[in-house]
């Protein structure tokens, strides 16, 4: 029973972090769910993100299955988590008008990825958003987000955000403000779960910063964008402060005319990703 506890918290806390990575147009959702009434796991994911999962919480006998599709590709991903009886993920890679040598393709990839993640804590996690979901946007030749090669433009204001799973590290922290300061950018870190990282300054330097923070180890850290700053209605980020809350984080952005760059990220003021 403690076994079958642990292994319920683990898929919960793998899921939320699943959740956290993904990108807005990546839409996951519990396959079999509309068998039940209510939606069990969905529920128990979002009780656990919002801190008010109950201790006698019941739990599905089955393990979570989902599906995950990012809304330009014709391709899905369909995943039961493991179980005891069953150590390793069962991954099904479908879509329309797969081949069946595209079929064989894909599993392929999905056991030699298996292989190289075998000693994992969230093998799930791992398969999807740090292999199979980015191999997925590859071939589907999705544009390349402005965050990958930002043009050129001499004297230009760029800005960039980072979402991650959390930010606490006290070095970070300080690397962060020490390097807004050393590179006369502007901005803020929204600390604790999840973290939430805003830069404004000339394009070297806001690139220099975007580097800096992807050299640093991170648990599920996704640039969302580093692009030109429109300069229409937005007024310039003064400084570097940190907040705690992700309301504070959104007011931030109110102030500087664009909350939306935050909210339409899928994060929301209750502390949570969408």
């Given at each position: 029973q403690l076994a079958s506890t642990r292994m319920d918290a683990s898929r919960l806390e793998e899921l939320q972090l699943i959740q956290f990575t993904l990108l807005p147009e990546e839409v996951l959702t519990f396959l079999d769910e509309e068998l039940q009434d209510p939606p069990v796991w969905s529920r128990?994911?979002?009780?656990?993100?919002?801190?008010?999962?109950?201790?006698?919480?019941?739990?599905?006998?089955?393990?979570?299955?989902?599906?995950?599709?990012?809304?330009?590709?014709?391709?899905?991903l369909?995943?039961?988590?493991?179980?005891?009886?069953?150590?390793?993920?069962?991954?099904?890679?479908?879509g329309e008008n797969v081949s069946r040598g595209e079929q064989d393709r894909w599993q392929d990839v999905v056991r030699e990825k298996l292989d190289e993640i075998a000693a994992s804590d969230f093998p799930v996690y791992q398969l999807l958003c740090l292999h199979l979901l980015p191999l997925l946007h590859e071939q589907t030749q999705m544009p390349a987000a402005p965050a990958d090669?930002?043009?050129?433009?001499?004297?230009?204001?760029?800005?960039?955000?980072?979402?991650?799973?959390?930010?606490?590290?006290?070095?970070?922290?300080?690397?962060?403000?020490?390097?807004?300061?050393?590179?006369?950018?502007?901005?803020?870190?929204?600390?604790?779960?999840?973290?939430?990282?805003?830069?404004?300054?000339?394009?070297?330097?806001?690139?220099?910063?975007?580097?800096?923070?992807?050299?640093?180890?991170?648990?599920?850290?996704?640039?969302?964008?580093?692009?030109?700053?429109?300069?229409?209605?937005?007024?310039?980020?003064?400084?570097?402060?940190?907040?705690?809350?992700?309301?504070?984080?959104?007011?931030?952005?109110?102030?500087?005319?664009r909350e939306d760059w935050i909210v339409e990220m899928g994060i929301r003021e209750s502390g949570n990703f969408l």
């Open positions: 128990l994911l979002r009780d656990y993100a919002e801190g008010t999962l109950d201790s006698n919480s019941s739990f599905p006998p089955t393990p979570p299955h989902i599906h995950i599709k990012p809304q330009h590709s014709t391709i899905w369909e995943v039961l988590f493991p179980t005891p009886d069953n150590p390793t993920p069962s991954v099904s890679v479908k090669e930002p043009p050129d433009v001499p004297g230009a204001r760029f800005h960039a955000l980072f979402t991650s799973h959390h930010l606490v590290s006290p070095k970070k922290r300080r690397a962060l403000q020490q390097w807004s300061g050393a590179l006369g950018v502007a901005g803020f870190a929204k600390v604790g779960h999840p973290g939430v990282i805003y830069v404004q300054g000339a394009q070297p330097s806001v690139e220099e910063f975007v580097a800096n923070v992807k050299g640093m180890q991170w648990l599920a850290l996704r640039l969302r964008f580093v692009e030109l700053l429109s300069g229409e209605g937005e007024a310039q980020a003064q400084g570097w402060a940190e907040y705690e809350k992700v309301g504070e984080a959104v007011e931030a952005m109110r102030q500087l005319g």
